[in-house]
């Protein structure tokens, strides 16, 4: 058959979909890009929050269309499966199966049933979505934290660790493939092992992945920030390809409402943390995320968020607005702060974080930096890339250079930095 795929949400969604990529190609099916040409369409959807779910339900009513032409089947997975199976199975009669997250494990049987062809499965068979010389990997699934305003537990369930033996199996096929960006993910990487080993195994699964030959880059999200151990930033300092790019999540720093949003740790605690990375690294990446707006957030409350940013200068930050989801806990809390209020502070917080961005990006400039070269503008000898400090999917700033020799795509090179704006820098290679 000609199948047709869409994935939507985060990068850990987006590994369930090139494993079902892979499950289909296996089965020597094809997947195409245009659903004019698809007998059958798989969603694979999200439903963290409202956008996300308004935007899972917008892609299945553009892709029911379809339906009309050559589309046999329409398929939902994902997220928004797990979570609203009953209302899609009685509003949008165009689905012709919804494949819940809590059925993923007989996914093949389940695909099979609803495209009356045979299937099977082998759990290392993906087909990369990315580009061919960078690639996510799950080291977990699930989340045990239940923070009040996250549906994360109720859709994906507890914290689910996979063993090292796996991840390393699958980060050696993923290598072999020529994977040189390698990132771990999981919605708390800093509690992976607890559940299936007992203990906090992320620095054990760091030194393993570490001795894997043709990665160059390792990076790790995210990082919970009470449960940084010491041994853990041991082993990144202590390896030869784990980047020292700290995602840390923080959410607030007022502590009532980090107690209120059931954030283990304080903003004192935070300090500490971010006082022994960066006195551990010569150039750590501090990146964090934070959302305005929570119930019960008073004005006093986010002049204190202000004044964290402004001493702590996170590197890379990103901010939301509370999204109120319902069956948390959050969503039952009176006090409910207005949009427009809000609204005005996320635009206040990221004007400060912009002038920050600015000026750690200006004391860069004179710097020679690895860069891993991602795109050619046109004709023109000038490059896009990433430095070490820049996660993928445009979720931090780029690196653009100039070089007067022809640079293959998925190859690192040295960048000396000549100007700098708010997210991006600009460079010369110095090699190619």
């Given at each position: 058959m000609k199948i047709g795929f869409v994935s939507l949400g985060c990068s850990k969604n987006l590994v369930d979909s090139e494993q079902i990529m892979g499950m289909i190609k296996r089965n020597h099916h094809e997947i195409v890009g245009n659903p004019n040409q698809a007998q059958a369409i798989i969603i694979n959807t999200c439903g963290f929050i409202t956008s996300a779910k308004e935007e899972s339900i917008a892609t299945i009513f553009e892709m029911a269309k379809y339906k009309e032409k050559n589309c046999e089947k329409l398929i939902v997975c994902g997220c928004l499966a797990q979570r609203y199976q009953k209302e899609l199975e009685e509003e949008i009669p165009e689905i012709d199966a919804i494949i819940p997250i809590r059925d993923y494990n007989q996914f093949a049987m389940r695909?099979?049933?609803?495209?009356?062809?045979?299937?099977?499965?082998?759990?290392?068979?993906?087909?990369l979505s990315t580009q061919p010389w960078r690639a996510y990997l799950k080291i977990s699934d699930g989340c045990s934290n239940h923070c009040t305003y996250c549906a994360i537990p109720l859709i994906r369930g507890e914290q689910k660790s996979r063993m090292i033996e796996d991840i390393v199996q699958e980060a050696?096929?993923?290598?072999?493939?020529?994977?040189?960006?390698?990132?771990?993910?999981?919605?708390?990487?800093?509690?992976?092992g607890?559940?299936?080993?007992?203990?906090?195994?992320?620095?054990?699964?760091?030194?393993?992945?570490?001795?894997?030959?043709?990665?160059?880059?390792?990076?790790?999200?995210?990082?919970?920030?009470?449960?940084?151990?010491?041994?853990v930033l041991v082993a990144i300092k202590e390896s030869q390809k784990v980047l020292p790019y700290?995602?840390?999540?923080?959410?607030?720093?007022?502590?009532?409402?980090?107690?209120?949003?059931?954030r283990r740790g304080t903003k004192e605690h935070a300090y500490e943390i971010l006082s022994k990375i960066q006195s551990m690294f010569e150039q750590p990446t501090l990146r964090s995320t934070f959302i305005v707006g929570f119930p019960g957030e008073k004005e006093e409350d986010f002049n204190e968020l202000m004044e964290f940013i402004k001493h702590s200068k996170w590197d890379r930050m990103g901010a939301f607005t509370y999204s109120k989801e319902e069956d948390t806990p959050a969503y039952q809390m009176t006090e409910e702060v207005d949009e427009d209020v809000a609204q005005d502070r996320l635009s206040r917080l990221m004007e400060l974080q912009k002038s920050i961005s600015y000026q750690k990006n200006k004391e860069k400039i004179g710097q020679v930096i690895e860069v891993l070269v991602e795109e050619k503008e046109g004709l023109k000898n000038s490059y896009r890339g990433r430095s070490a400090a820049d996660a993928p999917d445009e979720?931090?700033?780029?690196?653009?250079?100039?070089?007067?020799?022809?640079?293959?795509?998925?190859?690192?090179?040295?960048?000396?930095?000549?100007?700098?704006?708010v997210y991006d820098l600009y460079g010369i290679c110095l090699e190619s």
């Open positions: 695909l099979e049933e609803a495209l009356n062809c045979s299937m099977s499965y082998h759990k290392f068979e993906r087909v050696k096929q993923l290598a072999s493939y020529g994977v040189k960006e390698l990132t771990l993910i999981a919605q708390d990487t800093t509690k992976y607890l559940d299936n080993y007992g203990k906090l195994m992320l620095a054990d699964l760091i030194r393993a992945v570490d001795q894997i030959e043709g990665l160059h880059w390792i990076r790790i999200l995210y990082m919970y920030p009470d449960e940084i151990e010491d041994d700290f995602d840390i999540p923080m959410q607030h720093a007022n502590n009532r409402l980090l107690k209120a949003m059931n979720v931090d700033g780029q690196v653009i250079f100039t070089s007067d020799q022809d640079i293959a795509l998925g190859s690192f090179v040295q960048v000396r930095i000549e100007d700098a704006g």
